[in-house]
Antibody
Framework: QVHLQESGPGLVKPSGTLSLTCVVSSGSISVSNWWSWVRQPPGKGLEWIGEIYHSGSTNYNPSLKSRVTISVDKSKNQLSLKLNSVTAADTAVYYC????????????WGQGTLVTVSS | DIVMAQSPDSLAVSLGERATINCKSSQSVLYSSTNKNYLAWYQQKPGQPPKLLIYWASIRESGVPDRFSGSGSGTDFTLTISSLQAEDVAVYYCQQYYSTPRTFGQGTKVEIK
C-alpha cells in the first residue's frame, strides 16, 4: 500500500514562492511511475499542475508552466513542488498523486495540504 | 487542452435509486491504436482526496463496489450508481488522460433526496 504525504508552509505571502514536498512511503519512487501535483481551490474543482518521472523528466500545465518547478529526490523518496510569484488565486489544497506505469490516471493520492496565499 | 464538461452540476437521488452522471469531452479521448478510452472517474468526499473509481472508461478499480459502472466512448461518457447508498454522497469527477495537460470535469455533487 503506497502512502503519500504532503508537507510545507500553510501560509505564503503574495509574490512569494510556494514550496511543498511529498514523501512516498511503502514503495520506491524509482519505478515506472509518474508522480503528479494536483490542486483544488476551496470549494472548487481539480487542476493538474504537472508531473515528474524518477529520471527527472517533467510535464507541466501550460497555464502554470512559467511559474512551476517539480523535482524529485530519489535518495529521500520524495518529490517537490515550487510555485513562484503566487497570488490569492493560488490558494488551494495541494495533492500529490501516483500515475502507475504512466497510464495517465491517479490511483494513490496524498491527503493534501492547504496553502493560503495572504499577507 | 481537452475541456471536460459534466452534467448535471448536482443531483439528488433517493436511497436505492439510480444516479447517472454525464461527462463530455471537447475532443475524442478514444485512442485508435489501443482502442481504449482515456477516461477515469473519481469520487471525493468532504475533507478527503479523490478516490479512483473507474479507468479506461469502464474498468472498476479494485475494491470499488459493483454498483458503480462506467460507460461511453469517444466524447460521451456516463458514470452510473445503480442503487444509491448513503456512503455514496460525494462529488464525482471525470478526468481525461488522452493528452497533457490532464483535465478534469467541474464535478457533480450527489446528494440524498
Amino acid at each position: 500500500q503506497v502512502h503519500l504525504q504532503e508537507s510545507g508552509p500553510g501560509l505564503v505571502k503574495p509574490s512569494g514562492t510556494l514550496s511543498l514536498t511529498c514523501v512516498v512511503s511503502s514503495g520506491s519512487i524509482s519505478v515506472s511511475n509518474w508522480w503528479s501535483w494536483v490542486r483544488q481551490p476551496p470549494g472548487k474543482g481539480l487542476e493538474w499542475i504537472g508531473e515528474i518521472y524518477h529520471s527527472g523528466s517533467t510535464n507541466y500545465n501550460p497555464s502554470l508552466k512559467s511559474r512551476v518547478t517539480i523535482s524529485v529526490d530519489k535518495s529521500k523518496n520524495q518529490l517537490s513542488l515550487k510555485l513562484n510569484s503566487v497570488t490569492a488565486a493560488d490558494t488551494a489544497v495541494y495533492y500529490c498523486a501516483r500515475d502507475l506505469e504512466a497510464r495517465g490516471f491517479f490511483d494513490y493520492w496524498g491527503q493534501g495540504t492547504l496553502v493560503t496565499v495572504s499577507s | 487542452d481537452i475541456v471536460m464538461a459534466q452534467s448535471p452540476d448536482s443531483l439528488a437521488v433517493s436511497l436505492g435509486e439510480r444516479a447517472t452522471i454525464n461527462c463530455k469531452s471537447s475532443q475524442s479521448v478514444l485512442y485508435s491504436s489501443t482502442n481504449k478510452n482515456y477516461l477515469a472517474w473519481y469520487q471525493q468526499k468532504p475533507g478527503q482526496p479523490p478516490k479512483l473509481l473507474i479507468y479506461w472508461a469502464s474498468i472498476r478499480e479494485s475494491g470499488v463496489p459493483d454498483r458503480f459502472s462506467g460507460s461511453g466512448s469517444g466524447t460521451d461518457f456516463t458514470l452510473t450508481i445503480s442503487s444509491l447508498q448513503a456512503e455514496d454522497v460525494a462529488v464525482y469527477y471525470c478526468q481525461q488522460y488522452y493528452s497533457t495537460p490532464r483535465t478534469f470535469g467541474q464535478g457533480t455533487k450527489v446528494e440524498i433526496k
